[in-house]
């Protein structure tokens, strides 16, 4: 059986495939701001083991990391509309991987606070530092280092997980696969390319926070 190679045939999809692109870019970056944030503030509740709320975190933690995250994604847009929150599937998409990073980064800068010495939170305490000014100066700089290494591979993971956002019609790059898919039946051409670009976007990403990392953590 002979095949005939045909790319020029799938590039002419450019503009879509640009686009689906960038979308993916712009979710998974919006996604880590947020996320991160969240995981930030989680990990801090659970630290600090605030009553009640460490609970609900400690819930929302082990939900999110024992279900898969297509169903989360299904769950935010067709589950929400059941309650009269009715969003788009860019939006449902962007929520979804948010509190799927969010959890995930709970319990990584979780790690990270357990790693800090007690020596340094005594050092905190004697200078008459309140609770939240000791995480905030004193541990949790210090924390994010040691655990940054796991931040980017999970910021990789959402990335990738983004295609997943084609099942509710995101136009992401996935989406845009399968849409010029469906049209030429150029499937290894396709997944050809969608497959090399996610593959540069998860290079990219690694080199870009690796850098970033190193002037944020750079004399400290």
Known sequence: MRYHFDFLAVLEYWPLLVRGALLTLVLTFIAIVFGTLLGVAGA???????PVLSAVVAGYVELIRNTPFIVQLFFVFFGLPSLGLKISAVEAALLAMTL???AYAVEIVRAGIESIGRGQLEAGEAL????????????LLPALRNVYPSLISQF?????????ASQI???ELTFAGNFIQSRDF???EVYFIISAVYLVFAFAIRRAFGVIGRFAFARR
Do not use: K
């Open 44 to 50: 801090y509740i659970r630290s600090a083991r605030v």
């Open 100 to 102: 799927n990073l969010g």
């Open 128 to 139: 008459g530092m309140t609770r939240f000014q000791i995480f905030l100066h004193v541990v």
């Open 156 to 164: 990789v993971i959402l990335m990738l997980g983004s295609s997943v």
């Open 169 to 171: 019609s995101a136009e």
């Open 186 to 188: 150029r499937s290894f």
